[in-house]
Structure formats: structure tokens, C-alpha cells
């Protein structure tokens, strides 16, 4: 089976602090993403990544960095964590170049910045 | 500003019922789609997707249909069952996009 795994469920952070949410998937796949959940709004794209060290802008990048050093690691980074960014945080992946296919979903890591 | 979230839409169905959950887009330029399933402290779960050269799919228990004449997405689940309680999502995309847009969300609540 598939697996992506979000290295944190619950985090507390106080504002200004740096963030790293980390994710790792196990499928040998080229794309991954990072997306936003707000109760009401959906899934709200932040960034993703189609290879190593190459990233694109989503549909709400502000405030948020990417780092994709690895095939199966892609990291979210909050430079300087605000109280607007508390919300759930979703990583996928999905193989191949084509546009279509099946995300494979985290758990997800619960933010509450203070 | 701070963004409010809005009031997640809620489907409440007897249980060995049909649900339908519908969805709308508004890009003509949409050509996949793709349904998920989000139970409570997890993650989405796909579920079924369709292309746009169809207008119907059939899984197990669950059917999209999908009119590109209105720009209309639907789920319909069979004999729904407690488990089927959850929060569900479409989602869409088009050729030279990489990623999926979500919708908002339905949540279903399956009545015993």
C-alpha cells in the first residue's frame, strides 16, 4: 500500500516561530503537494513539486516555503508562524507526469500557532 | 484579513437509503475529475474519478455522474451504510495542470 506520512499530528507553535512540517511518501513518486484545510473552504493548494528541487506556487503560497531535497521528502516551511495560519495541513503524492491520477492523502498535521 | 470559514453543507440520509451529494465547477476547461472521502481525524480517501470524454462511471456501491452542459458533478452512493458517514470532496482538474482544485465539502450523516 501507498503510504504518506505526515511527521507530526498535533502541533502548538507561538507566533514569529519557524515551522517544518515534514512529509515522506513511500511510492517512489514524482509529484507531491502540500494543501491547506479549512472547515468550509475545502482543500486549498499551498505548493507542490513534480521533482526533486522543483516546486511551483498553488493557489495560496504566501507566508509558506517548500523544500524538496529528496524524491520522498517534501517539507513545508512557515518562516514566521501567525495566528491566521492555524488550520489543518495535508500532504499528497501521486506518480507519474500525466495531469490526472490518484492523490495519495496523509493523515494530515493539525497547526495551532498561539 | 482572517478568513471565516463557511458552514460545511450537510446531507442527512436513513441508512440503507441512495445519497446523492452534488457538486458544481465553474471551469469550462475542467476535463478529470475525482471524488474523495474524508472520515473524521484522517485523510481524504479517493474514491472514483471520470474523465470528461464520459458522463457516467460505476464503482462498488458509489456512481458519478458528470454533465458538462451545466457543470455538474455527482456522487451516488447505494444502499448507504454507517460507514459511509463522512465528509465528501470533488475535486477537478485540466490538461497542463498538475494539481487537483477542491470543492468545499458535503458532509454525510448516515441515520440508523
Known amino acids: 500500500d501507498v503510504k504518506v506520512t505526515q511527521s507530526s499530528r498535533y502541533l502548538v507553535k507561538r507566533t514569529g516561530e519557524k515551522v517544518f512540517l515534514e512529509c515522506v511518501q513511500d511510492?517512489?513518486?514524482?509529484?507531491m503537494f502540500w494543501y491547506r484545510q479549512d472547515p468550509g473552504l475545502g482543500l486549498r493548494l499551498i505548493y507542490f513539486s513534480y521533482d526533486v528541487k522543483m516546486k511551483e506556487k498553488g493557489d495560496i503560497p504566501e507566508g509558506y516555503s517548500v523544500s524538496r531535497e529528496k524524491k520522498e521528502r517534501f517539507s513545508l516551511i512557515l518562516e514566521s508562524a501567525s495566528t491566521n495560519q492555524t488550520s489543518m495541513y495535508l500532504c499528497?503524492?501521486?506518480?507519474?507526469?500525466?495531469?490526472?491520477?490518484?492523490?495519495?492523502f496523509g493523515e494530515g498535521s493539525r497547526l495551532t500557532v498561539l | 484579513g482572517e478568513s471565516v470559514g463557511l458552514h460545511l453543507p450537510t446531507l442527512s440520509v436513513q441508512e440503507g437509503d441512495n445519497s446523492i451529494i452534488n457538486c458544481a465547477y465553474s471551469n469550462s476547461a475542467s476535463d478529470y475529475f475525482i471524488w474523495y472521502k474524508q472520515e473524521s481525524g484522517k485523510g481524504p480517501q479517493f474514491i472514483i474519478d471520470i474523465r470528461s470524454n464520459m458522463d457516467k462511471r460505476q464503482g462498488q456501491r458509489v456512481t458519478v455522474l458528470l454533465n458538462k452542459t451545466v457543470k455538474h458533478l455527482s456522487l451516488q452512493i447505494a444502499a448507504t451504510q454507517p460507514g459511509d458517514s463522512a465528509v465528501y470532496f470533488c475535486a477537478e482538474t485540466h490538461t497542463g495542470r498538475r494539481a487537483l482544485t477542491f470543492g468545499s465539502g458535503t458532509r454525510l450523516q448516515v441515520q440508523p
Open positions: 499528497a503524492s501521486r506518480t507519474g507526469t500525466r495531469d490526472t491520477g490518484e492523490l495519495f
Open positions: 511510492m517512489d513518486h514524482e509529484n
